[in-house]
Every structure is written in structure tokens, then in C-alpha cells.
């Protein structure tokens, strides 16, 4: 792929993104919020109005590439061709519900199923975390180093205990430093890419909860499997962790050993 394609496009996300900074607490100012599977699976007008703006922003400027999206139908696209943008407008809805903070937008550009640009914009603390292919992982533009190995016993680790049962979550607690869950995969995610959890994994992920942490953990030398170590497919997701490699194996060591986890 040209290189200065990448570096333009880049730069208009980036300045994309910026535009959720007025767009944002609009939304939120006459926020009204509707449930989908169940009682605790929500969506607002902000989740909807944003992806919907990313939408006509790739209509206008890019026409060729085609959006993954976790509030569309997305049974028509063939994400492993071409150009595919893979989002979650509002990773942690939840927490913008109930608390207005620990939220996030993600967002990821895939050619032909390589991973090339990644995003995760940390709104209320205006955090804006990227990655582009080869080039690195920056935090608002800082370059970020690939964190220093954390060992199972100093580790925080980040997961749904409601998902694990409990003999399995007794050895988590035993062999790691700690358990820390923000509930936004992504923010999650961002912990352990700037060295601050050991490893973060989720039993039930969707595509677009995990699309950006892909090269994020290419470029800082992190480890991202399925929770049986095998390469993830993007386009699926399902059980995922993103570790420190300093202690990946160990997690998923405990993980296989006693009664495991639910999905
Ligand atoms: C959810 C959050 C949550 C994770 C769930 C996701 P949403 O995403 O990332 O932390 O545990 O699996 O579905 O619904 O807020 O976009
Ligand atoms: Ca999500
Ligand atoms: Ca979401």
C-alpha cells in the first residue's frame, strides 16, 4: 500500500475524530437511550449519530471503502477484501448511561485483511490512541514504547469475572497482583498497551470491540490470541485477550486449567 495514502488518510481520521469533540456533548445534552437484546444491551442516539456521521464521512471522501459496524446490518459486506472499516461508535455504552465517563469510539482500517490503521479516542479524557502499520502507537501524538514484561504475580488483570467460573477465578486472584475491569474492551485495552494491566480478555467479544487492539499489539510487541492462544480471525472475534507478553502464557495457562469460563 503507498505509504503517503496511508499518512494522508491518517491525518483525515484523526481530524475526523476531532470532530466528536463539539459533536459529543450535543448528543449527550438531549441523550435518550433504547435497549436491543435485553434490559442491559443499550444504544443511544450518541452510538447511532456518531457511526451515522462516520458513514457520510466515507460516502463523501471515500467511496471505495466500505464500513463494518456494530449498529448496521453488516450481512452484505465481505470484510476480508478491498478497503474495510471496522467500528464501534461507542465502546462502553453503558458507562456513558450510568456514569458519562470510561467510554470510547474504535475504530480500524483493514486492506485486504492487514490491519493499517487503528484508533481508539478515549472522548472524556481526550485521549486519542493510534497506530498506524510500521509506524508505530502514539497517545495524542506521543510515540508509545512497547511496555516492559509484567509477570503473572505483578499483574493486573482485567476480565468479567461474571464470566468465569469459580474455581478458575479463585486461581486468577491466587497467581496475579490483581483484577481491575473498566467495562469498555477498548479502554481496557488501551491499559494493557500502555503497560498499566498485565492482560486483558473478554469470553464473548464482537468484531468491532477489538478491531483497533489488532495493531496496537503488532507494533508494541504485545500478544493477541484467542483464549486458547490461536490467531484470531477479525472478521469473527470471539474470546480474545490482549496481554503483556510477560505473562500471556500464564493467563491462558489458568484459563484452560480448571472449570474455565463461560461465553
Ligand atoms: C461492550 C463493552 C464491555 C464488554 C462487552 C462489550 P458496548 O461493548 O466493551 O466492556 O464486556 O463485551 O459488548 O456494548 O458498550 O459497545
Ligand atoms: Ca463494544
Ligand atoms: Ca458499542
Known amino acids: ?13 484523526r481530524e475526523w475524530l476531532h470532530t466528536l469533540d463539539e459533536t459529543i456533548p450535543q448528543l449527550i445534552a438531549q441523550m435518550h437511550t433504547s435497549t436491543k437484546k435485553d434490559r442491559f444491551d443499550l444504544v443511544t442516539n450518541v452510538d447511532q449519530t456518531i457511526q451515522e456521521q462516520f458513514a457520510t464521512f466515507l460516502e463523501a471522501h471515500y467511496p471505495e471503502h466500505q464500513l463494518f459496524a456494530e449498529e448496521k446490518s453488516n450481512d452484505n459486506i465481505d470484510a476480508r477484501h478491498g478497503h474495510t472499516w471496522m467500528m464501534d461508535p461507542i465502546d462502553g455504552t453503558m458507562n456513558l448511561v450510568k456514569q458519562q465517563e470510561d467510554y470510547c ?26 497506530a498506524i502499520r510500521n509506524r508505530g502507537a502514539y497517545k495524542n501524538g506521543e510515540e508509545l514504547h512497547s511496555p516492559a514484561p509484567i509477570e503473572m504475580q505483578d499483574a493486573i488483570l482485567s476480565f468479567g469475572a461474571q464470566f468465569v467460573n469459580n474455581t478458575t477465578l479463585r486461581d486468577l486472584f491466587d497467581a496475579s497482583f490483581s483484577h481491575r475491569i ?30 483497533a487492539q489488532f495493531l496496537f499489539a503488532r507494533e508494541l510487541d504485545l500478544k493477541m490470541t484467542s483464549l486458547r492462544g490461536e490467531a484470531l480471525d477479525f472478521t469473527k472475534a470471539g474470546p480474545f485477550i490482549i496481554s503483556n507478553p510477560g505473562c500471556h502464557e500464564a493467563v491462558l495457562e489458568v484459563l484452560q486449567r480448571g472449570e474455565g469460563y463461560e461465553i
Open 1 to 13: 500500500m503507498n505509504q503517503q495514502y496511508l499518512i494522508d488518510l491518517d491525518q483525515r481520521i
Open 105 to 130: 469510539v474504535i475504530l480500524a482500517y483493514f486492506v485486504d485483511g492487514e490491519a493499517m490503521l487503528s484508533y481508539i479516542y478515549d472522548y472524556p479524557h481526550r485521549h486519542l490512541y493510534h
Open 182 to 211: 473498566i467495562g469498555s474492551c477498548g479502554l481496557d485495552s488501551v491499559r494493557v498497551i500502555t503497560g498499566q494491566f498485565g492482560a486483558h480478555f473478554n469470553t464473548n467479544p464482537k468484531p468491532w470491540d477489538i478491531a
